[in-house]
DNA sequence: AAATCTGTCAACCGCCAACTT
DNA sequence: GAAGTTGGCGGTTGACAGATT
């Protein structure tokens, strides 16, 4: 039926991308502009997939990527986004100029999502009342071959610590003064980029 | 100094929605 | 409308570096 999304064939690379590779793609993209990412690698000279190039693209070579430390107004509207729309990281990261999906998710499982801990605040649905617990969550503690999550069945009986409320109502309703416009807006530029005034969370 | 642990982040994987045929 | 293709998304993994024992 559906073909595998890269053809699994050998002599494609993996891992990290070298100078090399990184220049044939922005040569190749800054030539025929972004898209056809399938049809990229052939065209450019690269044995990658096209998704790798695409992600490679987006995540590191697109021009106006801020890259390096987030900045407190960043983690504030990060937070609030978080708390409005899940993680649908996409959807966050076109709030933030120069910030990528993929640099995100990843501040916010390794900064963030303690740094609420900490206060006390449940991540999952941003409300208060979780204990500040240490730095890993228990389900990633010890051995990997363990690793468990909490299954339906346990997190109802874990009572709301845990409990990822449905959506959007309990988001709603836990953050009634939230009020950001999520409008589709064009792509950012430093005009439209951040909202003057935030609403306050009290975090 | 060596071994082990922990945190970070780039990259991969699988799924899904949108689009095309 | 069904089947196939593509791009995009979110979850997860694994390599690496720095910290700790």
Redesign the pocket.
Known sequence: ??????E?KGG??????SKQEDEKLIDYVHEHG???????PQAAGLL?????C???W???LRPNLK???FGEDEEDLIIKLHAL??????????RLPGR????I???W???LR?KLIQRGIDPNNHRPGLLAC???PQH???N?SE?K?PSHEEDEEAGSVLRCPSEPESRMTALPDLNLDLTIALPFTEENSFPTKLPQLGY
Do not use: F, Q
């Open positions: 039926m559906r073909k595998p999304c890269c699994k494609m690379n993996k891992g990290a991308w972004e898209g056809c990412w399938r049809s990229l990658r997939c096209g998704k790798s695409r992600l490679r987006v995540n590191y890259r390096g430390n729309l899940g993680n649908r990281w996409s959807l966050i990261a076109g990528t999906d993929n640099e998710k990843n501040y499982n390794t900064h303690r240490p730095s890993k990633l503690k010890s990997t690793l999550l």
